[in-house]
């Protein structure tokens, strides 16, 4: 019953497509004021709503969008961001790549290149990149949440030993 309410709270405020207020929120559902308070002061805690402006009015959260977008396949992601890269590209006359973080791992899945043909550029390739290994993975770092960052800068869930090298470390600075 508990993630029931939740949930209902998460689509409220996801099919509102604006920053909800928890009187609206509550108006919505039909749970006493308390309950939904401490409802979305759950879904706040947990990233998957936030305040953008500081008020009692909620949008959801980037952790939720996050989870979200995880669970498109690189088809879908591709799709939606390859319009944009392509626009990137050409107005920046460089080369601009997508890339996902997957098991420990990051993996560039696309990449748009300038169109001009007098104008050289760097491909870097598709596929995986350990996190010590590319830009495209100190960005990810970057944005992540600290937890994240420091199970990056521990080495801890690494991949497989012959993928990471062994004398590079890590610091907050470097991410």
């Known amino acids: 019953m508990h993630l029931d309410r939740l949930i ?3 689509e409220i405020v996801a099919v509102a497509g604006r920053p909800v207020s928890t009187t609206e929120i509550q108006k919505a559902t ?3 004021k308390p309950t939904c308070y ?3 002061q759950t879904l706040q805690d947990q990233g998957l709503v936030e305040a953008p402006s500081g008020g009692g009015r909620v949008v959801i959260g980037e952790r939720l969008i996050r989870i979200a977008l995880l669970g498109k396949s690189d088809v879908d992601v591709r799709k939606a961001a390859g319009p944009l890269l392509k626009s990137a590209a050409s107005h920046f006359r460089e080369t601009v790549f997508l890339a996902r973080f997957r098991n420990s791992q990051v993996e560039i899945i ?3 290149t300038p169109e001009d043909p007098a104008r050289a550029f760097v491909h870097p390739g598709l596929g995986v990149r350990p996190m010590h290994a590319c830009s495209c ?3 990810i770092a970057a944005f992540a949440e600290l937890e994240f960052q420091d ?3 521990s080495g801890s869930g690494n991949p497989p030993e012959n993928q990471w090298c062994s004398k590079v470390e890590f610091s907050r600075q470097d991410i």
């Open 151 to 153: 199970k990056i800068i």
């Open 8 to 10: 209902t709270i998460l």
């Open 30 to 32: 039909g749970l006493p």
């Open 110 to 112: 696309h990449a748009e």
């Open 38 to 40: 401490r409802l979305i």
């Open 137 to 139: 993975s100190k960005a």
